[in-house]
């Protein structure tokens, strides 16, 4: 399996990872090394096997419909990179 | 002092031959001498050590103690700890201090444990040699006194190598495919990796969560029993914590081994293996059949195609769980960000290694339109045949043995430059975590001075009886015993 250059850029978009002109050609060649120990996949009979998600086939829980989190924006705002007025701040996004 | 066990340290706080601060001091000080050749640590808390372990003599004082009542030990840096720096090994975290402690962290703080510090890994646990940590790698202490620098495995590498070095008695650990055993085999110590969903993975960052499982290490399988006594348990808020009681696991320790049935799948003693390696592996079992163990060939047919389906499932949960890191909320963020896209492009580019950003874009691929159902159903159909290869095998015997690792520790920068070779190292390791099913590491012998390790597999819950089946080795064998020089 080989991965093209186009698939990189759209894999990097999808992703969100900036990625550099002179990184893609290494990119290339790991990546698609990587595919190729994964299609070994495509030698097993697995027609009629059911995907296995959690290994012990468990489903989520659900709990009560109640509030059991106290409030800590104050703790959480803190580690924050900037936040004003209880809010986080990221570049403007309207113009 | 510092060749001793939990169980030992334990028992002289309990007569009152030493107290936690002069025992938490003099780890202290010696991670503070040792500690420049291994690089195990990120971060150590001294202060808050010593404010503990006086805590934890007035508790004994009290007469409330817990055997782990002011025993020190270490965290992997994966698990939050409220108000001490958790860096997962990342530059991404590189400042991130949590405001909330993980279930892990909670119940040693609960037992009265004296945590020392953190220690170092793989990025995001992403990795079998300690070498992509952001805070540089962590070095074997075995191989050192020949002059080389060897890995200690990883991604646990920073725990197995503190263990191993006696700088800390025991420490906490996780397991994704194998970062839990093929560390402890590397560094000669004895690490467990339970049940998936025994242990809570509440607070624990991460990886690949249907494979993530926290677990422990140390020297002895007694001291491991002591630790999954902590940390085993229900917890709600782990969404695939299992509701089932954990037992007393140092109970059963001395429980004779005659009857067990040991079986040896065919496909680990392949010709990946080298002859001086299985050499040890089947001396470690021959002592088990002394101890009356019968000894059988088993099969695991799809093991073969472990790891190509593990490198679908794993980078493909990464990629959704890492996408939390967008400089946003916590962690880093790029300086200046020109727009939205530019902050998160840029953050994670320069916030993310190599080897974690190659997982994230193999796993967007694989989930991406048009790749779902080729790369990941299809490695969840292949999960559960390797699974039914387990289940299959547990009907014929109680255990699996096997070697944990294919070779013994390798020379920093070996495998670095090839990432497929470097995934090989997990080759016996990777389908025990897809399957789910509990597994040690056992010290078990030496090979050009470096360590060997057995790895002992168990049907779903029986870390009990991993653990019984280790310590009665460790009782006829001394190879946990070794220091490295």
């Known amino acids: 399996m080989t991965i093209s250059r186009k698939d990189i850029e759209k894999v990097a978009v999808l ?56 409030n800590q924006r104050e703790a959480f705002q803190a580690i924050a990179p900037a936040t004003e007025d209880g809010l986080y701040l990221v570049p403007r996004v309207i113009e | 002092m510092h060749n001793k066990s939990v169980a030992e340290l334990s028992r002289e706080l309990e007569r009152g031959e030493i107290s936690s601060v002069e025992l938490t001091q003099q780890f202290l000080d010696r991670i503070k001498q040792e500690d420049g050749r291994f690089n195990s640590f990120i971060t150590v808390t001294q202060e808050q050590a010593l404010a503990d372990a006086k805590a934890a003599d007035e508790q004994r004082a009290a007469g409330d103690a817990t055997p782990w009542t002011g025993v020190p030990f270490a965290h992997k840096d994966i698990f939050c700890t409220n108000g001490v720096r958790t860096t997962c090994g990342s530059k991404m975290l590189a400042n991130f201090v949590p405001p909330y402690d993980a279930t892990v962290t909670e119940n040693f703080r609960k037992a009265g444990a004296v945590c020392l510090g953190k220690t170092n890994m793989d990025e995001f646990a992403m990795g079998s040699s300690t070498e992509s940590s952001y805070f540089g790698a962590t070095t074997n202490p075995w191989g050192l006194s020949q002059g080389d620098k060897r890995v200690p495995g990883g991604s646990s590498g920073g725990s197995a190598a503190a263990v191993a070095a006696r700088l800390v008695p025991a420490a906490t650990a996780t397991d994704t495919g194998g970062s839990i055993r093929q560390p402890a085999a590397l560094c000669g110590i004895t690490g467990l990796k339970p049940t998936y969903g025994r242990v809570s993975r509440y607070g624990m960052i991460a990886f690949a969560s249907s494979l993530d499982q926290g677990g422990t290490m140390a020297r002895t399988a007694e001291d491991n029993a002591l630790m999954l006594n902590v940390m085993a348990g229900f917890d709600p808020k782990d969404s695939t914590s299992i509701d089932r009681d954990a ?27 080298s002859p001086a390696m299985e050499e040890q592996v089947r001396n470690a079992v021959k002592e088990y059949e002394k101890l009356g163990a019968t000894v059988k060939e088993v099969s695991l047919p799809n093991a073969k195609l472990a790891i190509a389906a593990y490198y679908v499932i794993a980078p493909a949960e990464a990629s959704a769980n890492l996408s939390r890191f967008d400089g946003a909320r916590y962690g880093y963020r790029c300086d200046d960000p020109k727009d939205l896209m530019d902050m998160y492009t ?24 048009g790749y779902f159902d080729a790369y990941y159903l299809k490695a969840q159909k292949v999960r559960r045949l390797i699974q039914q290869d387990f289940i299959n095998a ?10 944990t690792s294919p070779s013994p520790a390798f020379v ?24 789910g099913v509990p597994a040690m590491s056992v010290p078990a012998g030496f090979v050009d001075g470096l360590p060997v390790g057995l790895q002992i597999i168990g049907d779903y819950f029986s870390e009990a009886r991993l653990l019984n089946a280790a310590h009665q080795f460790q009782q006829v064998t001394d190879w946990h015993q070794r220091e490295p020089q």
Do not use: C, W
Not at chain 2, 247 to 271: Q, V
């Open chain 1, 15 to 70: 992703a969100r990872i900036r990625v550099d002109e002179e990184q893609v050609s290494a990119l290339e060649k790991d990546l698609g090394n990587i595919l190729d120990l994964v299609d070994q996949l495509g030698a097993a009979d697995t027609a009629n096997v059911e995907p296995l998600a959690h290994p012990l086939d468990a489903v989520q829980r659900l709990r009560k419909d109640e509030v059991t989190e106290t």
């Open chain 2, 247 to 273: 037992p007393d696991y140092t109970a059963t320790l001395n429980e004779p081994l005659k009857g067990l049935r040991i079986g040896l799948p065919k496909e680990y003693f392949s010709d990946q293996l």
């Open chain 2, 346 to 369: 840029r953050t994670r580019a320069e916030g993310f290694g190599t080897e974690v950003k190659r997982r994230i874009l193999v796993g967007t691929y694989a989930l991406s339109a």
């Open chain 2, 394 to 403: 547990f009907k014929e015997v109680d255990v699996l043995m096997s070697p």
């Open chain 2, 412 to 435: 920093q920068g070996e495998k670095t430059n090839d990432p497929v070779t470097m995934y090989l190292e997990d080759i016996f390791t990777i389908a025990i975590n897809l399957a």
